[in-house]
């Protein structure tokens, strides 16, 4: 039944073949172009590519809402090529079910937690994704929430609205402001350095990070400090969360961590939902340990409306939209689409995640 709103598309057998790589490919195809399945409906431009490349057949998922697991299984059985987003997992189950064929998976995204890496690197299979290309807009919206959440935007728009609004009030809508501040940065990598040189103008007094291991390069451009998560926690107004979710990160920020730190201290996390238990998060905001969190990202999404999370002013949640500008997702596409290509042909994609 599925398959009937899928869009099937024959590419050309067109280009001219460039490699020796290139020409094994070639050779399939001239029997059999390479398969690429597209898990959903994305910025065009990318499946344009793919349309057009003349290696390949594509079949999509061309809708707004997840493929079912079921179509998805049934659809990847025998594809060269998976174009995948992070919604969609990528296990043993569903690599069992693509077989042997499946070559390259390309995911849009620059998070890969939805991979299981080791059972893709055992059979062999490239993995594309699309870092850099994001930084900016995911650095952009970080700084949105943070300031929504910090000096009370949600709180304050609909008060304006409802009649809360009286006359003014010196004690009324008070937030936390960022200059003066200390600004703590969990994972000082692309988007954590973004932010950081985002933030520098407010007037931050200063930055504290803390990563696996020190990277005095990178925290020279906004002057951070390497510091233990324990003292981050003490020490920062403002802690942002922008490191991969991995077994390490998960729950890392938790009771304990809620427990050290200010009671006037803002969360902010768009990195992944699970890095942050949101029980603890839930107590450590009901109970004044902390004063507020924004959230991008949550566990599960989307966050159920009837989540306690959601019953409080002082924690302002976003439907993991960091990365939705229109040209960030354009590019996002086309990349992923480029990747995927690349891996096709046995050339070296513009972004592979090394294995
Ligand atoms: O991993 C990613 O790419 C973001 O979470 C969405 O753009």
Redesign the pocket.
């Known amino acids: 039944m599925w398959l009937g709103h899928s869009v099937k598309v024959l590419a050309q057998l067109s280009r001219a073949v460039g490699s020796s790589h290139t020409a094994q490919v070639m050779k399939r195809s001239q029997h059999q172009l390479a398969k690429v399945y597209v898990s959903r409906r994305v910025p065009q431009e990318g499946v344009n590519l793919l349309q057009d490349s003349g290696i390949c057949e594509v079949t999509q998922w061309d809708f707004d809402e997840t493929v079912p697991r079921s179509e998805l299984l049934k659809q990847v059985a025998g594809a060269h090529g998976l174009f995948c987003l992070?919604t969609e997992k990528i296990d043993k189950e569903l690599l069992d079910a693509a077989g042997p064929n499946l070559k390259v998976i390309s995911t849009?995204?620059?998070?890969?937690d939805h991979l299981s890496l080791d059972e893709i690197k055992k059979r062999g299979i490239r993995v594309g994704y699309?870092p850099d290309v994001?930084t900016d807009a995911?650095a952009e919206l970080t700084v949105a929430l943070l300031l929504a959440t910090s000096r009370r935007l949600m709180e304050a728009v609909a008060e304006a609205k409802n009649g809360g609004w009286g006359t003014w009030k010196p004690l009324w809508m008070c937030g936390y402001g960022l200059s003066n501040s200390t600004v703590g940065i969990v994972g000082l990598g692309r988007i954590g350095i973004a932010v950081g040189q985002c933030l520098k103008p407010f007037g931050v007094k200063k930055f504290l990070y803390t990563d696996f291991e020190p990277k005095p390069d990178i925290a020279a451009q906004i002057q951070a400090e390497y510091v233990p998560l324990d003292k981050l926690a003490e020490e920062s107004d403002f802690v942002t969360l922008h490191c991969a979710l991995t077994p390490e990160t998960q729950g890392l920020y938790n009771k304990d961590l809620f427990s050290k730190m200010k009671k006037t201290a803002v969360l902010i996390n768009t990195s992944?939902g699970a890095v942050v238990n949101q029980e603890d998060l839930y107590q450590a905001l009901t109970t004044g340990q902390i004063a507020a969190a924004g959230m991008d990202?949550t566990v599960p999404e989307p966050l159920p409306t009837d989540h306690p999370l959601f019953t409080l002013k002082n924690c302002v949640i976003l439907p993991?939209i960091?990365?939705a500008t229109i040209a960030t997702r354009t590019t996002?596409s086309v990349l992923a689409a480029n990747n995927l290509l690349s891996g096709l042909r046995g050339a070296p994609m513009p972004k592979e995640l090394t294995l």
């Open positions: 992070l849009m995204s620059v998070g890969h699309t994001l995911t992944r990202v993991h960091a990365s996002m």
